[in-house]
């Protein structure tokens, strides 16, 4: 089991940078590939980015609306995922979702909110023009 806390959301405006944390607790950290996803009102959650394992050389995705603005991070010192998110635009705006990926899933699946087993409760972004 795997516990998952997202901070760091706010009311920004467009051209802003924010950075979420998602800090995870219970089984190894380091075990789990880890994503992003965020849902707007009346919309589908969508993926946002993920990041691999260490072994696997922290391999990243991302979704092609935040690729050069969106960062995924992690620290395994201290069992923490990263989303730095640059030049903010309105259309960001969501509650965003950590979420610890299933073991053994390929990155062609990354994209796929039931790839991922754990879930964090969200943190609001807000994204003013």
């Known amino acids: 089991q795997v516990q998952l806390v997202e901070s760091g959301g706010g009311l920004v405006q467009a051209g802003d940078s924010l950075r979420l944390s998602c800090a995870a607790s219970g089984r190894t950290f380091s075990s789990y590939g880890m994503g992003w996803f965020r849902q707007a009102p009346g919309k589908e959650r969508e993926f946002v980015a993920a990041?691999?394992?260490?072994?696997?050389?922290?391999?990243?995705s991302y979704a092609d609306s935040v690729k050069g603005r969106f960062t995924i991070s992690r620290d395994s010192a201290k069992n923490t995922v990263y989303l730095q998110m640059n030049s903010l635009k309105p259309e960001d705006t969501a509650v965003y979702y950590c979420?610890?990926?299933?073991?053994?899933?390929?990155?062609?699946?990354?994209?796929?909110?039931?790839?991922?087993?754990?879930w964090g409760q969200g943190t609001q972004v807000t994204v003013s023009s």
């Open positions: 990041i691999g394992l260490r072994w696997n050389g922290d391999r990243t």
């Open positions: 979420a610890a990926l299933r073991s053994g899933i390929g990155t062609s699946l990354w994209v796929l909110p039931e790839s991922y087993d754990y």
